[in-house]
C-alpha cells in the first residue's frame, strides 16, 4: 500500500566504486527519482547526452558500484508508530543497509520495497542502497542478449530506435512513511459483473498488520459522491457487496470511461478512524475471443491449433482497436512523471486511439500512467518484460521473475484500463526460440491465472493469426498499398512507416555542419537513420526509398516533407486497410507511438519529447470511427494508366448511419476531375459498406503528384483525401517536344 500514504523523500548522495566491497571515494548529488548515469553526468558536466553522440561518454558507468547514501535524524515516533522505508522501483539488483545492518539483498526492478526501520533506528541514521552494476549474460554479445537472463528491459542494451544505455538506479518514488502500528497492507475490490451486465458482486479482500480487534468499513462512490454500495467487517475477512446497475467503463470512442471512488477505512475497538485508502475503480467485462471466420482454419485435417484470439470484447461488444505501441518515453523512467504520460496519452486520445500496446522490450509504466489511461478510456495491453530473447528455465531466474511479475500484476490488476496480460514481445521465432512449454512462459500464464483470471492472457506477441511487420514502405519490391491488399491477419499488431523528424528536433540533436544532407558516419546515423535495423542498412531514412518516389531534395526543409508525405500516406492505408478486413481483423497497433530520445528518423508518430510528426494528422483521419475511405492498387500511377479506387465507408460506430452520397474527385494542380458519385445504403451498426470502383484514364498532368478527395454530402467531419504519385510518360514528352521544334 506504498501508494496510498504519502512519502517524505530523503536528500540523497550517490558514488561509485569498482567492486562492492570499496567505499566511493567521491560522493555528488542524486535526484530521486533519477538515474546514476544522470547524476554522474551533471556532476562532471557532460553535454547534452540526447545530442550527437554524447550518450557514449556514460556508458563507462554500466560495469560500476554505485552506493546512494542518504543520513536523517530518528522521528518522535511514540508506542503507536513506526517508521517505514518504501520503495516503488530500484534498478536492478540491490542491497540496503541502514547504520551498516544489512536489511534486504533483493533482484529486480518492479517488487517494491517495504522495510520496517523502527528497530534499527539510531538518533542519527546512514541509510544506504549499493546498486551492482548491469546485469549481463555471460558469453553474449553487446547486445539485446546480455539481458536475457534477468527481469530487466532488454531495450537499454540496444535496439533499432534506441542507443545503448542501460539505466541504473532508484526510479519511482522512494523515502520514508510513519504508520501506525495497526495499519492496511493491502486492499482489493474483486468484482463478477452479471451475464447481462445490470448488476455485480463484489468482493473486498483486507490485509493488515496488528489489526485483530480492527474493523474495516467499505464504500463505493459514484461520480457524484452518491454510496452506491457499502459493506464492514474484521480486517482480513472478505467483504461482500451489491452493487445494481453499474456504469460500466467504456473506451473513450464507444461511451464514458466511468469511474467509481473505492473508500475502504480502518477503525479501532473503540471506533476511531485510523486510516483511509481510496482508489479509483471502474466496472466492465473484457474478453479475447475468437475472430469471425477463425475457427474455419485450418480447413483440412487433421484439425489442430487455429488463429488465436484476436478479437476485443468489451462489455458484450466486439469492437476494432486502434492504436499503437508504447515505449518509455525516457531512455531513463526514473524522469518521467504524471505530467509527461498526461501530454502523450492525450495525444493518443485525440488521435482515436483506443488501444496502446505497452511493449515487453521497455518498462512496466509508473501508476501515473495507467491512472491517465483510466480516465481516458485507452485499454492497455500490457507485457512482462520478456523481448526478442531466449529466457532460461533455471529456477534463480524463474525465483526472480515470479516475484517481479506477482507484484506487476498485483499493482495493476485494478486498473479497468488493462486489457490483456502479455507474456512479452517476439519469443516465438527463430531469434528468440521460446515456445508455450518454456517455463517463463507457463510461469506468467500460471501467475496471471491466479491473481487476475478476468483478463486474458496471450504468451507473446504475434501469435498464430496475427503479424508483425513490414516497417518500410517499400519492401521486397511492394509498397505498402500492395502489401497490406495482400495481406489477411486477425490482428496487425506491429507495423511501421519510417518518417523524419520535425525541423525542431534535428537541429537539437544533429549540429549545424551536418543537417544537409544526411550522411552515413554523422550524428544522423548516431540517431537512427541509417544502418539502424538489420532488415535494410538505409534505414530508417530510407533514402533509396525517397529517391524513387521524388526529385533530389535541395533542403532539409524538402527532404522532411518528402519524408513525411510517404510516412503519412503509408500509415493511413495501413489502418484503414485493417479497418476493412473487419470482421476477421479486428486490431490495428502500428509500430510505434512516442520515442524515448530524438531520433532523426524512427517509425514514431510523435518525436521527442511530445513533438507531433506531420504523420500523425494522417492516421487521424484514418482511425476516425466512422468515415469515407478508398483502397488503391498502389502509391504511384502513369499518365496514360486507368487509375482506380475503390470507395468504402468505415464504420465502427454502434448505430445504423446513413444513406451517404460520396463524390470523387482527383486533383492535380489547377486541374479537377469529378470520376465518380456513389449514393451509398445505409450503413449496419459496426459494419463496414463497400462501394464502386472509380476508374479514371490519367490524362497528361504537368506536376508529379495528385489528389484524391472522397467528400460526403453534409458530412464533411467523413470527408477523406489522399495524395498518390504520378509519371508522365517519357515517349510522350519527346513527342511533344518534337512537334514544337517543327
Same mark, same amino acid.
Given at each position: 500500500?506504498?501508494?496510498?500514504?504519502?512519502?517524505?523523500?530523503?536528500?540523497?548522495?550517490?558514488?561509485?566504486?569498482?567492486?562492492?566491497?570499496?567505499?566511493?571515494?567521491?560522493?555528488?548529488?542524486?535526484?530521486?527519482?533519477?538515474?546514476?548515469?544522470?547524476?554522474?553526468?551533471?556532476?562532471?558536466?557532460?553535454?547534452?547526452?540526447?545530442?550527437?553522440?554524447?550518450?557514449?561518454?556514460?556508458?563507462?558507468?554500466?560495469?560500476?558500484?554505485?552506493?546512494?547514501?542518504?543520513?536523517?535524524?530518528?522521528?518522535?515516533?511514540?508506542?503507536?508508530?513506526?517508521?517505514?522505508?518504501?520503495?516503488?522501483?530500484?534498478?536492478?539488483?540491490?542491497?540496503?543497509?541502514?547504520?551498516?545492518?544489512?536489511?534486504?539483498?533483493?533482484?529486480?526492478?518492479?517488487?517494491?520495497?517495504?522495510?520496517?526501520?523502527?528497530?534499527?533506528?539510531?538518533?542519527?541514521?546512514?541509510?544506504?542502497?549499493?546498486?551492482?552494476?548491469?546485469?549481463?549474460?555471460?558469453?553474449?554479445?553487446?547486445?539485446?542478449?546480455?539481458?536475457?537472463?534477468?527481469?530487466?528491459?532488454?531495450?537499454?542494451?540496444?535496439?533499432?530506435?534506441?542507443?545503448?544505455?542501460?539505466?541504473?538506479?532508484?526510479?519511482?518514488?522512494?523515502?520514508?512513511?510513519?504508520?501506525?502500528?495497526?495499519?492496511?497492507?493491502?486492499?482489493?475490490?474483486?468484482?463478477?459483473?452479471?451475464? =447481462? $451486465?445490470?448488476?455485480?458482486?463484489? &468482493? *473486498?479482500?483486507? !490485509?493488515?498488520?496488528?489489526?485483530?480487534?480492527?474493523? /474495516?468499513? %467499505?464504500?463505493?462512490?459514484?461520480?457524484?459522491?452518491?454510496?452506491?454500495?457499502?459493506?464492514?467487517?474484521?480486517?482480513?475477512?472478505?467483504?461482500?457487496?451489491?452493487?445494481?446497475?453499474?456504469?460500466?467503463?467504456?473506451?473513450?470512442?464507444?461511451?464514458?470511461?466511468?469511474?467509481?471512488?473505492?473508500?475502504?477505512?480502518?477503525?479501532?475497538?473503540?471506533?476511531? =478512524? $485510523?486510516?483511509?485508502?481510496?482508489? &479509483? *475503480?471502474?466496472? !466492465?467485462?473484457?474478453?479475447?475471443?475468437?475472430?469471425? /471466420?477463425? %475457427?474455419?482454419?485450418?480447413?483440412?485435417?487433421?484439425?489442430?491449433?487455429?488463429?488465436?484470439?484476436?478479437?476485443?470484447?468489451?462489455?458484450?461488444?466486439?469492437?476494432?482497436?486502434?492504436?499503437?505501441?508504447?515505449?518509455?518515453?525516457?531512455?531513463?523512467?526514473?524522469?518521467?512523471?504524471?505530467?509527461?504520460?498526461?501530454?502523450?496519452?492525450?495525444?493518443?486520445?485525440?488521435?482515436?486511439?483506443?488501444?496502446? &500496446?505497452?511493449?515487453?522490450?521497455?518498462?512496466?509504466?509508473?501508476?501515473?500512467?495507467?491512472?491517465?489511461?483510466?480516465?481516458?478510456?485507452?485499454?492497455?495491453?500490457?507485457?512482462?518484460?520478456?523481448?526478442?530473447?531466449?529466457?532460461?528455465?533455471?529456477?534463480?531466474?524463474?525465483?526472480?521473475?515470479?516475484?517481479?511479475?506477482?507484484?506487476?500484476?498485483?499493482?495493476?490488476?485494478?486498473?479497468?484500463?488493462?486489457?490483456?496480460?502479455?507474456?512479452?514481445?517476439?519469443?516465438?521465432?527463430?531469434?528468440?526460440?521460446?515456445?508455450?512449454?518454456?517455463?517463463?512462459?507457463?510461469?506468467?500464464?500460471?501467475?496471471?491465472?491466479?491473481?487476475?483470471?478476468?483478463?486474458?492472457?496471450?504468451?507473446?506477441?504475434?501469435?498464430?493469426?496475427?503479424?508483425?511487420?513490414?516497417?518500410?514502405?517499400?519492401?521486397?519490391?511492394?509498397?505498402?498499398?500492395?502489401?497490406?491488399?495482400?495481406?489477411?491477419?486477425?490482428?496487425?499488431?506491429?507495423?511501421?512507416?519510417?518518417?523524419?523528424?520535425?525541423?525542431?528536433?534535428?537541429?537539437?540533436?544533429?549540429?549545424?555542419?551536418?543537417?544537409?544532407?544526411?550522411?552515413?558516419?554523422?550524428?544522423?546515423?548516431?540517431?537512427?537513420?541509417?544502418?539502424?535495423?538489420?532488415?535494410?542498412?538505409?534505414?530508417?531514412?530510407?533514402?533509396?526509398?525517397?529517391?524513387?518516389?521524388?526529385?533530389?531534395?535541395?533542403?532539409?526543409?524538402?527532404?522532411?516533407?518528402?519524408?513525411?508525405?510517404?510516412?503519412?500516406?503509408?500509415?493511413?492505408?495501413?489502418?484503414?486497410?485493417?479497418?476493412?478486413?473487419?470482421?476477421?481483423?479486428?486490431?490495428?497497433?502500428?509500430?510505434?507511438?512516442?520515442?524515448?530520445?530524438?531520433?532523426?528518423?524512427?517509425?514514431?508518430?510523435?518525436?521527442?519529447?511530445?513533438?507531433?510528426?506531420?504523420?500523425?494528422?494522417?492516421?487521424?483521419?484514418?482511425?476516425?470511427?466512422?468515415?469515407?475511405?478508398?483502397?488503391?492498387?498502389?502509391?504511384?500511377?502513369?499518365?496514360?494508366?486507368?487509375?482506380?479506387?475503390?470507395?468504402?465507408?468505415?464504420?465502427?460506430?454502434?448505430?445504423?448511419?446513413?444513406?451517404?452520397?460520396?463524390?470523387?474527385?482527383?486533383?492535380?494542380?489547377?486541374?479537377?476531375?469529378?470520376?465518380?458519385?456513389?449514393?451509398?445504403?445505409?450503413?449496419?451498426?459496426?459494419?463496414?459498406?463497400?462501394?464502386?470502383?472509380?476508374?479514371?484514364?490519367?490524362?497528361?498532368?504537368?506536376?508529379?503528384?495528385?489528389?484524391?478527395?472522397?467528400?460526403?454530402?453534409?458530412?464533411?467531419?467523413?470527408?477523406?483525401?489522399?495524395?498518390?504519385?504520378?509519371?508522365?510518360?517519357?515517349?510522350?514528352?519527346?513527342?511533344?517536344?518534337?512537334?514544337?521544334?517543327?
Amino acid at each position: 500500500m506504498i501508494r496510498t500514504r504519502k512519502t517524505e523523500p530523503l536528500t540523497w548522495i550517490v558514488g561509485h566504486a569498482p567492486d562492492r566491497k570499496s567505499v566511493p571515494e567521491r560522493f555528488v548529488p542524486a535526484t530521486v527519482p533519477g538515474a546514476v548515469q544522470l547524476d554522474m553526468a551533471r556532476a562532471e558536466g557532460y553535454p547534452d547526452y540526447n545530442r550527437a553522440d554524447n550518450y557514449r561518454r556514460m556508458t563507462w558507468m554500466e560495469d560500476r558500484f554505485f552506493t546512494y547514501r542518504a543520513e536523517f535524524d530518528a522521528p518522535g515516533l511514540g508506542q503507536d508508530r513506526q517508521l517505514w522505508f518504501v520503495s516503488k522501483g530500484i534498478d536492478y539488483r540491490y542491497e540496503i543497509r541502514l547504520n551498516d545492518t544489512l536489511l534486504l539483498a533483493r533482484e529486480g526492478m518492479f517488487a517494491p520495497v517495504e522495510i520496517d526501520l523502527t528497530p534499527h533506528l539510531h538518533p542519527r541514521n546512514r541509510l544506504e542502497i549499493l546498486l551492482f552494476p548491469v546485469p549481463k549474460r555471460a558469453g553474449m554479445p553487446d547486445d539485446r542478449t546480455q539481458a536475457s537472463a534477468s527481469v530487466k528491459p532488454a531495450v537499454g542494451y540496444g535496439w533499432d530506435w534506441h542507443p545503448r544505455l542501460v539505466p541504473l538506479g532508484i526510479w519511482d518514488e522512494t523515502g520514508l512513511q510513519i504508520r501506525r502500528r495497526s495499519h492496511l497492507r493491502e486492499v482489493d475490490v474483486v468484482y463478477t459483473l452479471d451475464d =447481462d $451486465l445490470s448488476g455485480a458482486d463484489l &468482493r *473486498i479482500e483486507s !490485509r493488515g498488520t496488528e489489526c485483530g480487534e480492527c474493523r /474495516g468499513v %467499505w464504500e463505493l462512490f459514484d461520480d457524484r459522491g452518491r454510496c452506491a454500495a457499502r459493506a464492514e467487517g474484521a480486517v482480513g475477512q472478505p467483504l461482500a457487496a451489491r452493487l445494481e446497475n453499474p456504469r460500466l467503463w467504456w473506451t473513450h470512442d464507444h461511451g464514458e470511461p466511468a469511474l467509481y471512488t473505492s473508500r475502504y477505512t480502518l477503525r479501532d475497538a473503540a471506533g476511531c =478512524d $485510523l486510516e483511509c485508502v481510496e482508489e &479509483r *475503480i471502474g466496472f !466492465r467485462r473484457i474478453r479475447l475471443v475468437m475472430n469471425e /471466420g477463425a %475457427w474455419s482454419e485450418p480447413a483440412g485435417f487433421p484439425k489442430t491449433r487455429s488463429a488465436a484470439p484476436a478479437q476485443v470484447e468489451l462489455n458484450g461488444r466486439r469492437i476494432f482497436a486502434k492504436g499503437s505501441n508504447w515505449v518509455c518515453p525516457e531512455l531513463f523512467p526514473g524522469t518521467v512523471d504524471a505530467a509527461r504520460y498526461e501530454t502523450l496519452i492525450g495525444i493518443a486520445a485525440e488521435t482515436h486511439f483506443n488501444m496502446l &500496446r505497452s511493449w515487453g522490450g521497455g518498462i512496466v509504466n509508473k501508476d501515473a500512467f495507467f491512472e491517465c489511461c483510466d480516465r481516458r478510456g485507452i485499454m492497455v495491453w500490457q507485457e512482462f518484460p520478456l523481448s526478442c530473447n531466449c529466457y532460461p528455465d533455471d529456477p534463480e531466474y524463474l525465483a526472480v521473475l515470479e516475484r517481479e511479475a506477482a507484484a506487476i500484476i498485483r499493482r495493476l490488476r485494478r486498473h479497468p484500463s488493462l486489457a490483456v496480460w502479455c507474456g512479452g514481445n517476439e519469443l516465438f521465432n527463430n531469434w528468440s526460440g521460446m515456445t508455450d512449454q518454456s517455463l517463463p512462459l507457463r510461469l506468467l500464464n500460471a501467475l496471471c491465472y491466479r491473481l487476475s483470471p478476468e483478463i486474458p492472457f496471450n504468451a507473446t506477441s504475434p501469435l498464430n493469426g496475427m503479424a508483425h511487420g513490414h516497417y518500410l514502405f517499400r519492401w521486397q519490391g511492394k509498397d505498402v498499398f500492395r502489401m497490406m491488399n495482400g495481406s489477411r491477419f486477425t490482428a496487425y499488431t506491429e507495423f511501421g512507416i519510417p518518417g523524419i523528424s520535425p525541423r525542431e528536433v534535428l537541429e537539437g540533436i544533429i549540429p549545424a555542419e551536418e543537417l544537409f544532407p544526411p550522411r552515413p558516419g554523422t550524428a544522423w546515423e548516431e540517431h537512427h537513420a541509417f544502418g539502424a535495423w538489420d532488415g535494410d542498412p538505409s534505414t530508417w531514412l530510407g533514402l533509396p526509398t525517397l529517391a524513387r518516389y521524388f526529385p533530389p531534395a535541395e533542403t532539409l526543409d524538402e527532404l522532411i516533407a518528402q519524408s513525411s508525405l510517404l510516412q503519412g500516406e503509408g500509415y493511413k492505408a495501413v489502418f484503414e486497410e485493417a479497418r476493412r478486413q473487419k470482421p476477421y481483423c479486428s486490431m490495428a497497433l502500428n509500430w510505434c507511438f512516442d520515442e524515448p530520445w530524438p531520433a532523426a528518423a524512427n517509425n514514431s508518430l510523435v518525436a521527442y519529447p511530445a513533438v507531433l510528426k506531420p504523420a500523425i494528422a494522417e492516421v487521424r483521419r484514418a482511425c476516425r470511427p466512422l468515415c469515407a475511405s478508398a483502397r488503391f492498387a498502389r502509391f504511384d500511377w502513369k499518365e496514360d494508366e486507368t487509375f482506380e479506387a475503390e470507395v468504402w465507408i468505415l464504420n465502427d460506430v454502434f448505430a445504423r448511419t446513413g444513406p451517404f452520397v460520396v463524390t470523387v474527385t482527383l486533383r492535380a494542380g489547377r486541374a479537377e476531375e469529378r470520376i465518380l458519385r456513389w449514393e451509398s445504403p445505409s450503413v449496419e451498426p459496426n459494419h463496414n459498406t463497400a462501394g464502386p470502383t472509380a476508374r479514371f484514364r490519367l490524362p497528361a498532368w504537368d506536376t508529379d503528384r495528385f489528389g484524391v478527395e472522397l467528400s460526403v454530402e453534409g458530412h464533411p467531419e467523413m470527408n477523406a483525401c489522399y495524395t498518390l504519385m504520378y509519371r508522365r510518360s517519357p515517349r510522350k514528352r519527346r513527342c511533344t517536344s518534337m512537334n514544337v521544334t517543327e
